[in-house]
């Protein structure tokens, strides 16, 4: 065979290829945008919306309008001081050309054009030209308006004056339809664009965000403008939490030519959600600035408890797992030249900010609690319980670590596991009742599918500490049936199973359990979701028999369509499933459970939406009754198949 390929396939100086201009760009839009998902799609909105904000970081611009076109395009307007226009002579073009067909150019490499910026690589504009159809940008300087267009990132001609303005009217207006050859959708997501400029008008104080949907049957209009920044993001991920006190502390300083804020509030849940972000990108695996923030409140806690006698002198300190249990926090630096590891922008490297964070927190939050006694008391009395629970969780903890993957002594005895060791062929079901569980025991294949019955509803994690999580007989199975720990025992290469499947009810009760379990994974095992190993199972909705013969459907409108093409008469006989316990394993087998035909949700989430999030579990699970009335009234209509 190799010699065959030899004789027939050409390897000389010529088959070497040379991608120029933008080519590389649609040649491998994967590398620049992530994807040509639906995600990689709503990148491009982002990339000029992040242009549009670095103006407003450097100073020069206060209002950014995002419409969704009724044909899926998209306009950005912003008021900032419009891309240059003149010559750039190392090109021999107009600046604004080159911002559009080159990459890496910008005013982002210290030229003197931005200070802050978070658009480090100068590819945005240009990738967004490179994969559309068709763009047009129009610039208002020095009273004038200029215009450029483009075709596929190529231009149609050179920049143009096409009017005149006010002298004072300054900005930059781009409009954008992504070519529907390169990516897989291109209808855009008014609930996704929402929750990326609510975030970015919340770290950016004072900016006004406007986003708008012309679109037929989806017109939609929100304003996002935040006089109070971060402590406002606070507020916002609080709202469905009950807060332990009333202010939210702010910290704002610079220090080494990083520009610090901090704002945090303790709720009375035990989650920890802490957010860091530089120059405006959020940095999921955090690095320097966090760690500065969380040295910081660890030790002046600490001082704090200690000089005040809160803690005895013998006592162990606070830990700073401790200080942080239902702590919510935004950590915002801005850096001129930030280091990230890689460019996908995860984790911030400057050691300055570690010092520069951990400097202004420190010195702020010890004047804000030697002002505010009585807060400072309930944080650290709330610490102090905390403490003692983190040792009581820890034996019980300790009994859900499996030794060896191999060691199936150590499983749940009601666990049926199969029997292939290679995780990446192995999945597991997780089922609720012995009824499910013994259809779904004998209808499994028993080389690759593992069934673990749970007995009724599992604790709601959002409502309870560690200790008593821990000491749940349901949810120490499931941590040890996994085999990947959890929290900071967390180990993927652990992992038994390449998929985790939940498998419910198609009812109320089932959706309930659905939330329960994902609000449990989110919150101990976050990174199973991330690496997009669970999945929800889809059991049908309805059994359609005739003359010997039966369809399935899994929803309304499959019914009806099946129920068209069979005809409609008496000999129609028509069930409803209301359990999975209704199907034998026959049934449960070629309906949810078999490859070949089964159809399989997976749950996904990524980093920039981590807390919009944050903020549904809280709404679903948490305490507050108000913020999920509000959720249930604004999301009804969208509810089917609702069981009276």
């Not at 008008?201 to 935040?226: C, Q």
């Not at 890689?342 to 050691?351: D, I, R, V």
């Not at 025992?489 to 329960?516: N, P, Q, W």
């Not at 000999?571 to 049934?587: C, H, S, T, V």
Request: proline letters at 3%.
């Amino acid at each position: 065979m190799s010699e065959e390929i030899n004789k027939n396939q050409e390897y000389g100086a010529d088959q070497i290829q040379i991608l120029e201009g933008l080519e590389a760009v649609r040649k491998r839009p994967g590398m620049y945008i992530g994807s040509t998902s639906e995600r990689g799609l709503h990148h491009l909105v982002y990339e000029i919306v992040d242009n549009a904000v670095d103006e407003a970081l450097a100073g020069y611009c206060n209002s950014i309008q995002v419409v969704v076109e009724e044909d899926n395009s998209i306009t950005v307007i912003d008021n900032g001081r419009g891309i240059p226009v003149g010559t750039n002579h190392k090109a021999n073009k107009s600046a604004l050309e080159v911002v559009f067909t080159v990459l890496h150019a910008g005013g982002k490499f210290g030229g003197g054009g931005y200070k802050v910026s978070g658009g480090l690589h100068g590819v945005g504009a240009s990738v967004v030209n490179a994969l559309s159809n068709s763009l047009e940008v129009e610039v208002a300087r020095d009273g004038k308006i200029y215009r450029q267009t483009y075709k596929r990132g190529v231009p149609d001609g050179t920049v143009e004056i096409v009017g005149e303005c006010d002298k004072d009217k300054h900005g930059t207006k781009v409009h954008f339809l992504p070519d529907n050859t390169i990516f897989e959708v291109t209808e855009f997501k008014y609930d996704t664009l929402k929750q990326r400029l609510r975030e970015t008008a919340f770290l950016t104080k004072g900016l006004k965000i406007t986003l708008i949907d012309t679109r037929e049957n989806s017109k939609h209009n929100h304003v996002f403008h935040y006089a109070g920044g971060i402590k406002e993001f606070v507020e916002y991920l609080n709202r469905g939490k009950e807060a332990l006190y009333d202010e939210v502390i702010y910290c704002e300083g610079k220090r080494n030519n990083v520009y610090v804020e901090v704002a945090m509030q303790h709720n009375e849940s035990y989650n920890d959600s802490a957010y860091s972000f530089v120059n405006n990108i959020i940095t999921p695996e955090g690095g320097t600035h966090l760690t500065g923030f969380r040295n910081a409140i660890t030790k002046t806690f600490n001082n704090y408890a200690k000089a005040n006698k809160l803690i005895k002198e013998n006592d162990q300190p606070l830990n700073g797992e401790d200080i942080r249990e239902g702590l919510t926090a935004i950590i915002s630096v801005k850096i001129e030249e930030p280091q990230f590891e890689g460019q996908t922008k995860q984790k911030l490297g400057n050691s300055e900010a570690r010092g520069a964070v951990d400097s202004i927190v420190s010195e702020q939050l010890t004047y804000f609690l030697e002002q505010n006694p009585d807060v400072a008391k309930q944080i650290i009395s709330k610490s102090v319980l905390a403490q003692r629970a983190r040792e009581a969780a820890r034996s019980a903890r300790e009994a859900t670590r499996r030794k060896s993957a191999l060691e199936n002594t150590s499983l749940p005895g009601k666990l049926a596991d199969c029997s292939d060791k290679d995780p990446k062929n192995c999945e597991i079901f997780i089922v609720e009742g012995d009824s499910a569980g013994g259809s779904a025991k004998v209808a499994r294949s028993r080389a690759t599918q593992a069934i673990l019955p749970l007995r009724g509803k599992i604790l709601n994690v959002e409502k309870a500490r560690p200790d008593k999580i821990f000491n749940n007989e349901e949810i120490r199975s499931m941590i040890t049936a996994f085999g990947t720990g959890i929290l900071d025992d967390f180990d993927l290469s652990k992992l038994r199973y390449d998929k985790i499947i939940i498998m419910t009810d198609a009812d109320v009760d089932g959706a309930h359990i659905e939330t329960l379990m994902l609000t449990f994974l989110y919150r101990f095992m976050p990174e199973l979701i991330k690496e997009g190993h669970v999945y929800l199972a889809t059991p049908p909705l309805y059994k359609i028999e005739k003359n010997k013969k039966v369809w399935y459907a899994y929803s309304d409108e499959e019914l009806n369509k099946i129920i068209n093409e069979i005809g409609r008469d008496q000999n129609n006989k028509i069930q409803r499933y209301k359990g999975l316990g209704e199907m034998d394993a026959e049934q449960l087998w070629e309906t949810t459970m078999d490859p070949a035909n089964r159809i399989l949700k997976r749950v996904t989430m990524d980093d920039e939406s981590a807390s919009e999030v944050d903020v549904t579990f809280t709404t679903l699970m948490g305490d507050k009754v108000e913020p999920r009335r509000e959720f249930i009234e604004t999301n009804a209509k969208y509810v089917q198949n609702l069981d009276i």
